[in-house]
């Protein structure tokens, strides 16, 4: 109740933005990084609403240290206003990959471990359910999800168990791959917003294998 409420106020409030979707996807829809097209035109990523940083550093605050990864730009730490959406983390890569990392209660007390969980399960399906209004909204192109599974993050060396969705649409005709991570820590839950351009045949991204694999370890702890 207390979740659907928040996300009630920030409906209201989207409307104000003329964009019905929560803050965390206001600031950072999870789109790649612009890529050159053969033509050298430039595929823009739609604009966003830009949440305001409070600190720079919030992940030690938080007991959270994310760490530098090859091949991926850290950015820096996002805190939303609303202190039931806590806060986020970016990484970008040059091949044009990027992903947030999101660690928020929702306005919970207390979130179960089990990514089983109703609780669990019903955040993954709020999570998707954003992208699909997204889509509605002509921002994204032919959204449809192509797997939802369990997964380790870290592959067959990894520890963390999460929710996964695989999803696929286009931005100004470019196909994407776009995943959505969802697990809990320490009474948090944490969302993982991954969006590339499509993979050849389903070739696995070696650089985004490898930062999974990184952000493992942060949350085996």
Known sequence: MRIALRFTILAILSILFLMPVSAQEKNDP??????????????????????????????????????????????????????????????????????????????????PSDINSEVIKEEIERAKSEIFQIGKMGLYQGVKEAKFETVTLGGAKGKVKSLRSLLYFKIKGEEMDSEIYLFSYKNNFIKIRATRPKSDNGVENKAFMNLLAEIDKVFAQ
């Open 30 to 111: 999870g789109s790649a990084r612009p890529k050159k097209t053969d033509d050298s035109t430039t595929v823009k990523i739609p604009p966003t609403v830009k949440m305001p940083e409070e600190k720079q550093n919030r992940s030690k605050d938080e007991g959270i240290e994310f760490p530098e990864i090859e091949d991926w730009d850290k950015g820096s730490i996002t805190t939303f206003p609303d202190a039931a959406l806590g806060y986020s983390i970016g990484y970008q890569s040059e091949e044009g990959g990027r992903v947030t990392i999101y660690v928020y209660n929702g306005g919970l007390k207390s979130i």
